[in-house]
């Protein structure tokens, strides 16, 4: 292909690609919006449906029993939560949302949920409510107030940057369930899906 490009109406066609589309691409207009392209479609892909994922959140991130509530400085940096990568991409986001310079605890995880498939049956829309602690913030009774925040309608994809992109690896989900103390979420595929994927190319 040295030397030759892609034309579309004489002119050069966007030639995006991702890892693997799952089994399904995504078109162009539901990922980035604006005008659909005829060559971006959605449509199966029968080389590529050999990735697969699977990620499990707990729900319980710190367990709080025995620790002196009135005095966090006694326990706050031995007591790390459980989901570490996906906590800290939490806290990380509230730090741009409020909460600037800021000590977080995550403390428990009570809802997440992704629904609204679009028509390539990628999730769009998710909710998070969790629990959580700031060192600084003590109730009336002198105890560190327990504080709740509602992500509610947020997209799949600020999920997905919270738990990893490397770890949720796309938003083609096949299984959300959750037991009492765990959510787990599986699906396939590795990227946005739009365009060739490397893989079905490879297959």
Known sequence: T???????????????????NGGMTESNANKWGGTQLPYLPIQKDEYDTQ???????????????????????????????KDKGFTDNI??????????????????????????ENTSSRT????LSF????????????M???????????????????IGSNIMTSTLISDLSETSTT???SGSGNGHGVGMSQHGANN
């Open 124 to 127: 769009e829309k998710a909710d």
């Open 91 to 116: 806290k990380a986001w509230m730090s741009r949302n409020g909460y600037n310079n800021k000590q977080i605890k995550i403390l428990s995880i009570s809802n997440l949920d992704l629904y609204k």
């Open 144 to 162: 560190l107030a327990l504080q709740n925040m509602d992500m509610n309608a947020v997209s799949a994809d600020t999920i997905r940057s919270f």
């Open 51 to 81: 990735i697969k994922w699977n990620v499990n959140i707990n729900k319980q991130q710190i367990d709080t029993t025995g620790l002196d509530l009135s005095d966090p400085e006694k326990w706050w940096n031995s007591n790390i939560e």
């Open 131 to 142: 629990q959580f602690f700031v060192k600084d913030q003590f109730d009336v009774n002198g």
């Open 183 to 185: 959510y787990s979420i």
């Open 2 to 20: 040295l030397g030759e490009i892609l034309l579309y109406n004489g002119k050069t066609i966007e030639a995006v690609y991702s890892a693997s």
